[in-house]
């Protein structure tokens, strides 16, 4: 059948939610990796409701028509990118917080939700949600969960995964499953939901989901420690975590990029403690002491939260920072164990300097996580930089991404991290759940 009569069909059924103007179709042909996408949208399904996602999947699959679906476009793969004709599932529609059980505590939420303002709606009666991508302002709970997101505080509560109890999907074929249940744990049955986490947009399409919360702490703390060099600041957040302190958030911001946001003079921690008031006072108090001794050329303590917000600020700007010095620099998210981030610091620097590449590197450390970014000179490549970056992560017993996924432009480098028969096994789970491989395909493989 003809494309154009997908559109046909969608209309029929989906009237003013099918949408193929060209202003919208080339809006949404875009996303927060400015990778320049392989093809804009035939048009764009914004659905109500679970039935109107799989009535639209089951359309788009009886034409053999492949479908993107976009949540705040935030990913830094282009897992969101039209990567052949199709259209895009526009998540937008879907912001409804469904039910919020303080009891329970379960909050049931539409795929379309902002994590943001999920934070916000369990914040205002004393909860956490505990993940907190950078981007939580403009990214949603689908999204999330299709990349199982972590961010600042995943050192002490974990990633996305961790906080889904269960989901409404449609499947490829346009099945509408319940997968999981309200409880806080369950073992029956293969964890079909956890291998949706993290799938991409590939497997499945999450419609709803019903997701776990905390009692908020009740006090914060929050340092910042400036270092003379990177490998003192590495080794002084190393230091932190053998001392047998947790805190909620670990970040570190060497001294390119907090040059880029002039902020500090030179490389600098973030640390950052919640739970009982006496308890992060003790720690943070520690935290300090060790910073010290380790070198910490000076240390800031902040609890009030206009004073916290005021040390966060320049970590906040250091993604934004970057791009306005380099528009086309390469952000990696490669992540190591704990004790291989200074190798991993060094091995960027030497790749820097043979590839002729600015390099800067900023991140969850506490998870063994760097943002690296390659800042390429003009008409200077970055593949060759990025490909021994992979390389250095891996050998270094890490991975090629800790966070972002893999979407479009990691590809090329996942079979060197999974080998052939785990790449193999991951196709055939592909072919399994989307045999007509209609869902986001050339994401992932
Ligand atoms: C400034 C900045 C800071 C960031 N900080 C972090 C961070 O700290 N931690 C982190 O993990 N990431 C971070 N990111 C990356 C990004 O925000 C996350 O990957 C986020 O989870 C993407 O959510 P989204 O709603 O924007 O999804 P999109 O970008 O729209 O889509 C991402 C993927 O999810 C799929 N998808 C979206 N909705 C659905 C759905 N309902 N069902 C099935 N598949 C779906 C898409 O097809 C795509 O493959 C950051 C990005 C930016 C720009």
């Known amino acids: 059948m003809k494309k154009s009569s997908v559109g046909a069909a969608l209309r029929r059924r989906l009237g003013e939610r099918f949408v193929d103007g060209e202003v919208v179709r080339r809006a949404l042909a875009l996303d927060a990796s400015r990778i320049p996408p392989a093809a804009v949208p035939l048009g764009v399904v914004r659905p109500r409701d679970a039935r109107d996602v799989a009535a639209a ?128 744990k369950s073992v029956a049955g293969y964890d079909l939901l956890r291998l949706l986490v993290g799938s991409e947009g590939t497997l499945a399409i999450f419609v709803d989901a019903t997701l776990r919360f905390l009692p908020a702490p009740k006090a914060v703390a929050t340092l910042s420690a400036v270092f003379a060099d990177e490998q003192a600041a590495l080794e002084a957040a190393l230091g932190l975590l053998k001392e047998g302190l947790l805190p909620r958030a670990l970040e570190f911001v060497d001294g390119v990029c907090a040059g880029a946001v002039g902020a500090a003079s030179g490389p600098f921690l973030i640390v950052e403690f919640d739970g009982h008031p006496a308890e992060v006072r003790a720690a943070a108090a520690e935290a300090r002491s060790t910073l010290k001794k380790r070198d ?131 196709r055939r789970v592909k072919r399994l759940f989307d045999p007509r491989g209609v869902l986001n395909p050339g994401k992932i493989f």
């Not at 976009?70 to 793969?77: D, F, I, K, V, W």
């Not at 599932?89 to 902002?114: C, H, K, W, Y």
């Not at 972590?150 to 002490?156: H, I, N, Q, V």
């Open 296 to 426: 910490a050329v000076r240390v800031s303590l902040a609890r009030a939260p206009a004073r916290r917000e005021a040390l966060w600020e320049a970590r906040r700007r250091v993604s934004t920072a970057l791009l306005k010095i380099s528009p086309t620099k390469a952000a990696e998210d490669v992540c190591v164990p704990l004790s291989q981030l200074p190798a991993l610091y060094r091995a960027l620097r030497r790749i820097g300097r043979a590839c002729g590449v600015e390099t800067c590197a900023y991140g969850h450390v506490g998870d063994g996580n760097l943002h690296v970014n390659l800042l390429p000179r003009p008409r200077r490549r970055t593949d060759g930089a990025v490909a021994r970056l992979m390389k250095a992560a891996l050998e270094l017993r890490g991975t090629i991404t800790g966070e972002h996924g893999v979407g479009v432009s990691k590809k090329r480098y996942l079979p060197l991290e999974t080998g052939a028969a785990v790449l193999s096994l991951m």
């Open 57 to 184: 999947v089951r359309i788009c699959a009886d034409h053999g028509t492949a479908i993107f679906p976009r949540g705040g476009a935030s990913g830094l793969t282009g897992g969101s990118l039209v990567s052949r004709p199709g259209v895009v599932m526009d998540f937008a529609p879907l912001n409804r917080i469904l039910r919020l059980s303080p009891e329970d505590r379960t909050v049931s939420v539409q795929a379309g939700v902002l994590t943001g303002r999920l934070h916000e709606a369990l914040e205002r009666l004393g909860f956490l949600y505990p993940p907190d991508p950078a981007s939580a302002a403009f990214c949603t709970v689908g999204g999330n969960l299709s990349e199982n997101a972590g961010g600042l505080r995943a050192l002490k509560y974990g990633t996305t995964r961790d906080y889904l109890l269960a989901a409404t999907v449609v499947t490829a074929d346009g099945e509408i499953l319940r997968l999981g249940s309200d409880a806080h």
